[in-house]
């Protein structure tokens, strides 16, 4: 029997809506290590602890529980086996993070489970979000039609002026620049995110869902017009702004979840008519054509698809070798990138941050037992969601929850609008904070969808079978694109598994003591996260933040933060690249033993980090160049072999070994890197990673023995 009236329980879960609404508007998509999730992440735990505590004060506490569960518990649990290898072998802090971020999105769907009673309150969960992803949609536009434009022309007029105000250093020439540039005359949107992909994967799920409210009406005899034609409303903007993002994924994750919800819809009784699919036809065929004619999509969308396969393809193989070495328990949370380097294909053309694949990033980064539980997951999922949609279940408990059990609908609206508000007040605390213009148009906007909506959350059906559908779409498009450790995206993912289950998951009672157990365990995340996460983490960004400000104090600030966080790299790759200017302006010993020791110090708490070896090698073969010091050629050498052997694909690092090996006088070693230089030069087809024309010219000479 479900639990008796809450009063706390709508207020509670009109919170996590906030929340829900909140974090795909600061997905800014920074490293593990920046930490931009943690607000989120102890406001979740805060969440879960306000409903363990009501519960632990009732007699008989019930909740939703079952081998779903089970299998969360063993996902989360693998990821914190992993961490605790991460802590000792890898980079702690990204570790740290990563492994919270997935321990929130736990908590989170658990959350959702046992606050959802009804199916109005499931249909507002669902209007909140389609009512974000319509506000994101308009954002796109936006971009599209008049910021990016801008951008573009700032940038031919004064590139200047637009790396100063992007808060770029790029050198002419240098890739860093290169990539600034591909990056302004890009055409697709992202609205909140920092990849377009991440914004379509974000889309797909709730154009799916917006669709299957429009298939519910028919398939149920539900054939109200005001309560579905919002529903069609929001489907076409959002469609538009998914066509904008050229995102093949998407499009094919998205036709495939139109084509379950249609078959569906046939298994259920309803009459397919012909002219359904011409008017579906008519309408792609239109939006197709619009954007087509506004230049937002053109014939390299279809041509550029098997290079895009293939790049991820490289991706997978990289990721197969890795898994062979971590079978385990994986690289570590938040170790992909720093790993990824060791596996990376000569002709791939990036060091991605996830293999671009769902299933292939948890088993890298957690483990092959990881990987069988979250299909253990998927699969519980799945098949909770086929005995309900054919028992003809709702996507949540029936309304005959009692009619003594509060309606948290309206809280649930109220807290998905609330939401913006909530991501405008914390954005400073994000790398990419919400914009005032953002926040007000992207508030009117949900408004405006969520009042349209609100007819069909009052009266309307939504069958287990529409979040069933979307969230299989929104795994298609994570098997291709990736990000399911990213709660901007994944997020919904979670959020939707949930809804599927509600229907179909029942309650069980459990005598006080379990409730007041799982209060202990719930206080003790909170506790163990502000401690080991939350407090450092902000401590050592303020003190960040406060240097890049203060320049006279940069470095005691950065001690200050380097003191705050001691898992943290980040302030010692600062201190050692100071040290290192320092040195540039004033030569001496001192600075440079300093810079050495900083940069020893990021390595220890970063030791995969190929980039961070080669930093080092940089600055101490220049600095032998300028003092012809032996000690600090022998240490370039050294950081520059520790590079190559983290990352054996780099072309110019087997250059930079090559050129400070034949300083050293060790010909035949120089010669054998100069070859190898020039062998993966012939190999990756990416032009801003080949050798600069000097550099070529130096390594041909070493290679064929001669002077460089």
């Known amino acids: 029997m479900p639990p008796a009236a809450d009063g706390l329980r709508p207020w509670l879960l009109g919170a996590v809506a906030m929340l829900a609404v909140a974090r795909p508007l600061l997905a800014s998509e920074g490293s593990a290590a920046s930490g931009d999730s943690l607000l989120f992440q102890l406001a979740v735990l805060v969440l879960a602890a306000a409903w363990a505590l009501r519960a632990a004060t009732r007699r008989c506490a019930c909740a939703r529980w079952g081998l779903v569960d089970l299998a969360v518990l063993a996902l989360v649990a693998c990821y914190g086996a992993s961490a605790v290898a991460a802590l000792r072998a890898g980079a702690p802090r990204p570790a740290l993070n990563a492994t919270w971020e997935w321990v929130a999105l736990a908590v989170g769907f658990f959350l959702v489970r046992q606050l959802v009673r009804s199916e109005r309150e499931a249909r507002a969960l669902t209007a909140t979000m389609i009512a974000l992803a319509v506000a994101m949609s308009a954002y796109g536009f936006h971009q599209f039609f008049v910021s990016m434009p801008a951008d573009r022309e700032l940038y031919a007029r004064n590139p200047e002026e637009a790396l100063r105000q992007a808060r770029v250093v790029a050198p002419e020439g240098s890739r860093q620049r290169i990539l600034f540039a591909q990056r302004v005359n890009s055409t697709e949107p992202i609205a909140t995110f920092a990849l377009t992909n991440s914004?379509?994967?974000?889309?797909?799920?709730?154009?799916?869902?917006?669709?299957?409210?429009?298939?519910?009406?028919?398939?149920?005899?539900?054939?109200?017009?005001?309560?579905?034609?919002?529903?069609?409303?929001?489907?076409?903007?959002?469609?538009?702004?998914?066509?904008?993002?050229?995102?093949?994924?998407?499009?094919?994750?998205?036709a495939a979840g139109a084509l379950l919800l249609v078959t569906w819809a046939a298994v259920g009784g309803a009459r397919i008519r012909w002219w359904w699919f011409a008017a579906a036809a008519a309408l792609l065929a239109l939006v197709a054509a619009g954007a087509v004619g506004i230049g937002a999509v053109d014939r390299q969308v279809l041509t550029e698809a098997g290079k895009s396969l293939g790049y991820r393809w490289q991706y997978w193989q990289a990721t197969w070798a890795m898994i062979g070495d971590h079978p385990w328990l994986g690289c570590g949370p938040g170790q992909f990138q720093t790993h990824y380097t060791a596996y990376k294909l000569p002709e791939a053309s990036e060091t991605v941050a996830d293999p671009h694949n769902f299933l292939l990033e948890v088993w890298a980064t957690a483990g092959t037992p990881a990987a069988i539980a979250l299909l253990m997951l998927i699969g519980f999922v799945a098949w909770r969601g086929c005995r309900a949609t054919a028992a003809g279940a709702v996507a949540a408990v029936s309304d005959a929850a009692g009619p003594s059990s509060p309606d948290a609908a309206p809280h649930v609206l109220a807290g998905g609008l609330a939401g913006f508000l909530f991501a405008y007040a914390v954005g400073p605390l994000t790398s990419v904070p919400l914009s005032i213009d953002a926040l007000a148009g992207g508030l009117l906007v949900a408004a405006v969808a969520t009042a349209g909506l609100w007819p069909w959350v009052r009266g309307g059906r939504m069958p287990v079978a529409v979040p069933a559908i979307a969230a299989a779409a929104i795994l298609i498009n994570l098997f291709a694109a990736g990000g399911i450790s990213f709660a901007g995206v994944a997020g919904s993912l979670w959020l939707l598994a949930a809804l599927c289950l509600v229907a179909v998951e029942p309650w069980r009672a459990f005598p006080r003591p379990a409730a007041i157990s799982a209060l202990a365990v719930i206080l003790t995340l909170?506790?163990?996260?502000?401690?080991?996460?939350?407090?450092?983490?902000?401590?050592?960004?303020?003190?960040?933040?406060?240097?890049?400000?203060?320049?006279?104090?940069?470095?005691?600030?950065?001690?200050?933060?380097?003191?705050?966080?001691?898992l943290a790299a980040e302030p010692w790759r600062r201190m050692a690249a100071l040290a290192w200017l320092q040195w540039q302006k004033h030569p001496s010993d001192a600075t440079f033993d300093r810079f050495v020791a900083c940069v020893d110090e990021a390595l220890a708490l970063d030791p995969n980090s190929a980039a961070l070896a080669e930093f080092?090698?940089?600055?101490?073969?220049?600095?032998?160049?300028?003092?012809?010091?032996?000690?600090?050629?022998?240490?370039?050498?050294?950081?520059?072999?520790?590079?190559?052997?983290?990352?054996?694909?780099?072309?110019?690092?087997?250059?930079?070994?090559?050129?400070?090996?034949?300083?050293?006088?060790?010909?035949?070693?120089?010669?054998?890197?100069?070859?190898?230089?020039?062998r993966l030069n012939d190999l990756t087809p990416h032009a801003d990673l080949k050798l600069p024309q000097d550099v070529l010219e130096r390594v041909e000479a070493l290679a064929a023995g001669g002077p460089n």
């Open 199 to 254: 914004l379509a994967g974000f889309l797909t799920p709730w154009l799916t869902v917006a669709l299957g409210i429009c298939g519910a009406a028919w398939v149920l005899r539900g054939r109200a017009w005001f309560r579905w034609v919002p529903a069609v409303v929001c489907a076409v903007v959002i469609l538009g702004c998914l066509v904008l993002t050229k995102s093949r994924a998407a499009y094919v994750a998205t």
């Open 526 to 566: 909170v506790v163990l996260f502000y401690t080991t996460t939350y407090s450092p983490v902000i401590g050592c960004r303020i003190a960040l933040d406060r240097a890049d400000v203060d320049p006279q104090r940069a470095s005691a600030l950065l001690e200050e933060a380097a003191t705050a966080d001691p």
């Open 616 to 678: 080092k090698g940089d600055a101490a073969f220049q600095a032998y160049k300028r003092s012809g010091t032996p000690a600090q050629l022998q240490t370039a050498t050294a950081a520059y072999e520790r590079a190559i052997d983290r990352y054996p694909t780099n072309i110019l690092g087997h250059a930079k070994l090559a050129l400070a090996l034949a300083a050293g006088d060790d010909e035949q070693l120089a010669s054998q890197h100069a070859a190898e230089a020039l």
